[in-house]
């Protein structure tokens, strides 16, 4: 299992269009890929779960993934959270 802890830096949080882009690189993967947030934890295949959460700025959030690509789809998600200003 791989971990990775994100500080969201954007001014709106997560809100649609990062969320839409966030799983749409966590189904390329097969492995089970979580997002956990105040508490919660989420499929981050899945934009509901996502846009439920309601991550605002400058909060802390932790990605998880296991399976035989977790390491790919790991680097591929700080890519994307990167890409979109979600995080540094």
Do not use: C
């Amino acid at each position: 299992m791989e971990k990775r802890n994100f500080r969201i830096t954007a001014e709106a949080g997560i809100h649609a269009r990062p969320a839409t882009l966030l799983v749409q690189a966590a189904s390329k993967f097969n492995s089970d890929i979580n997002l956990e947030y105040d508490g919660k934890s989420i499929n981050l295949k899945s934009i509901m779960g996502v846009m439920s959460l309601g991550v605002g700025q400058n909060t802390d959030v932790t990605i998880s993934a296991d399976g035989d690509d977790e390491t790919e789809a790991m680097d591929e998600i700080a890519k994307t959270m990167k890409a979109e200003g979600l995080s540094n």
